[in-house]
């Protein structure tokens, strides 16, 4: 039996698409190994939102040709799309396929044999208007996965080249995305995080909303959470939030990408909103959900910040009532307008500066553990079990951690939290089977 190897680098999205690959390879007799094991064809599904991604992309490769020198190399994805020529300048790759090509890799090929000169596979973003759909299991559980209902963006943020890597936005229609959320849950899956690149803008394409879709898929019985990965702030409408919050099966769980707390810096980023309006949204959700939880990202040192625009960063998270960050370093993209300024931030102080809002998330995470204690929460545990304990998450999205074994995985129990011990929560299983996330959320707070 012919044996294949994945690694996939960045967000969800890619790892749902690099599942999807997978299967068109059982499909034909291929056997999945792991990473460290040899094999007969590696494939990697890359990521390029910093240069870190990238560095990590070419690592990789020359690590799985140590690991299996003759192996057929395969690099798709977001990588692969924007600079190709770097990758095939790595000997032993021998085909790079792009964004709109990995979904077909038989079609270029079907005996992965060692190529003397790698052959490139890239066509214009501009032109796609497919959508692929994908979907796959949490990386190492079997309590969640991560259905793909949108792809590509509109949006012309300065620093981002995801556009130029993924093309325009576009969306797979409601009953296609129903028929998927149901065959996911009869699967055993009880949770499903729906994925993309901007999922708030999930049907422009297709004459729907991302409310339509919600609405449709808080209808389906079978599936008891559906979370949302990370949904744009000017998307991010009262009613939609109003939707979120009364929904059935919903998660009380926001990731609301802020980059900057400076409008300064935000309209040189070219995004869509002003921190006064950010933080509307965040006292919006706070008004009735008090224990709802809320994360935001943060790009920090990005061109021509100074330390008063990183103040003003600093204090507006200060500010803000959220529950955790996530804190990135600018890094420049190639052929994105942000990389062309020349006020960009030394290195030292960007690597400062991430650690100021790191510390500071650090505390933000300290408070909303600190608002939970005491009171009790639908946990879902997953298939993460380390000698007597077992860790699932609320549907804020806490993790919790109390004494089990494999017999709690994939089961919903209400959980007390007893305290935060800094990453996550130590709790105690007080019901079993919780059904209703909401009831008991409102019961709670």
Do not use: W
Request: aromatic share 8%.
């Amino acid at each position: 039996m012919k044996r294949v190897s994945f690694q996939t680098l960045g967000c969800k999205l890619n790892f749902a698409e690099t599942s999807t690959i997978g299967r068109q390879f059982t499909e034909r007799g291929y056997k999945i190994v792991g990473a460290d094991e040899r094999t007969d064809v590696f494939v990697l599904n890359t990521c390029t939102v910093t240069a870190h991604a990238d560095r990590e992309c070419r690592q990789l490769i020359r690590r799985a040709l140590r690991q299996s020198p003759n192996a057929f190399v395969i690099v798709v994805g977001c990588y692969a799309q924007v600079q190709p020529e770097e990758i095939t300048s790595i000997d032993g790759v021998d085909l790079v396929i792009g964004s709109n090509e990995k979904f077909n890799i038989f079609s270029y090929t079907d005996h992965f044999e060692k190529l003397s000169l790698p052959q490139i596979f890239v066509s214009c973003t501009d032109e796609e208007t497919d959508f692929h759909p994908a979907y796959a299991a949490e990386v190492g559980g079997r309590t969640r996965a991560f259905l793909k209902i949108q792809d590509g963006c509109d949006y012309t943020c300065s620093y981002c080249s995801i556009p130029q890597a993924r093309g325009a936005s576009r969306s797979n229609q409601i009953e296609n995305i129903v028929m998927q959320a149901r065959t996911i849950a009869e699967q055993g899956f009880k949770e499903i995080v729906l994925t993309g690149v901007n999922v708030g803008d999930y049907g422009k394409n297709i004459g729907a909303t991302f409310l339509d879709l919600l609405k449709a898929l808080d209808r389906i019985d079978s599936v008891p959470r559906l979370r949302i990965s990370s949904i744009e702030p000017n998307i991010l409408s009262d009613e939609l939030i109003d939707c979120i919050l009364s929904s059935k099966s919903i998660c009380n769980h926001f990731h609301i990408p802020l980059q900057s707390g400076s409008d300064t810096i935000l309209q040189r980023m070219r995004r869509r909103y002003t921190t006064n309006a950010y933080k509307k949204i965040i006292q919006r959700i706070r008004q009735f959900d008090p224990g709802a939880g809320i994360g935001a990202d943060v790009i920090v040192g990005f061109p021509g910040e100074t330390d008063d625009l990183f103040r003003e960063t600093f204090e507006f998270l200060q500010s803000l009532s959220v529950s955790y960050l996530h804190v990135f370093t600018y890094s420049a993209r190639p052929n994105t307008p942000a990389a062309m300024l020349g006020t960009q931030v030394n290195p030292k102080i960007q690597i400062h500066r991430n650690k100021v809002l790191r510390d500071l998330g650090a505390s933000k995470r300290h408070d909303f553990h600190s608002l939970l204690t005491g009171k009790s929460f639908p946990v879902l545990f997953e298939g993460k079990v380390v000698g007597d304990e077992v860790s699932g998450l609320t549907p804020s999205y806490v993790r919790v951690v109390v004494d089990g074994n494999e017999s709690l995985v994939n089961s919903i129990q209400t959980v007390k939290i007893l305290y935060d011990t800094g990453e996550f929560c130590r709790g105690q299983i007080v019901v079993s089977d919780h059904a209703d996330i909401h009831s008991a959320i409102k019961e709670a707070v």
